[in-house]
């Protein structure tokens, strides 16, 4: 069992930045493909970047890329994404998941474990 707890997000202006980070459980948090995705009420959660276990290769939404960036510290058991030039379209609660030694990311089914999510609003 793997537990994610989310922080890091809040309330800032549209052009500015956070970094969410994910703090895991365990003792092989190496050997997970990490993701993080967001939702929005009344929309599915959608991807937004991932990080895999095997060689650190990251990948990201076309609607983040050039502005977000997913990293993971493994001796710290986290994993980050630092947010830059927000904008009012990346309002949403973002979730940190994990799958063990996964090389697929994109689908909420590539992943077995979830955290419990934290807000980000981004105001215009």
Same mark, same amino acid.
């Given at each position: /069992?793997?537990?994610?707890?989310?922080?890091?997000?809040?309330? +800032?202006?549209?052009? @500015? #930045?956070?970094?969410?980070?994910?703090?895991?459980?365990g003792r092989t948090f190496?050997s997970y493909t990490m *993701? &993080? $995705?967001?939702? +929005?009420?009344?929309?599915?959660?959608? $991807?937004?970047?991932?990080?895999? &276990?095997? *060689?650190?290769? !990251?990948?990201? @939404?076309?609607?983040?890329? *050039?502005? $977000? !960036?997913?990293?993971r510290d493994n001796a710290?058991? =986290?994993?980050?994404? /630092?947010?830059?030039?927000?904008?009012?379209?990346? =309002? @949403?609660?973002?979730?940190? @998941?994990?799958? &063990?030694?996964?090389?697929?990311?994109?689908?909420?089914?590539?992943?077995?474990? &979830?955290?419990?999510? =934290?807000?980000?609003?981004? #105001?215009?």
């Open positions: /069992q793997v537990q994610l707890v989310e922080s890091g997000g809040g309330l +800032v202006q549209a052009g @500015a #930045s956070l970094r969410l980070s994910c703090l895991a459980s190496s *993701g &993080w $995705f967001r939702q +929005v009420p009344g929309k599915e959660r959608e $991807f937004v970047a991932a990080i895999r &276990w095997s *060689g650190g290769s !990251t990948y990201y @939404a076309d609607s983040v890329k *050039g502005r $977000f !960036t997913i990293s710290k058991n =986290t994993v980050y994404l /630092q947010m830059n030039s927000l904008k009012p379209e990346d =309002t @949403a609660v973002y979730y940190c @998941a994990a799958r &063990w030694q996964s090389y697929y990311y994109m689908q909420e089914d590539d992943y077995s474990y &979830w955290g419990q999510g =934290t807000q980000v609003t981004v #105001s215009s």
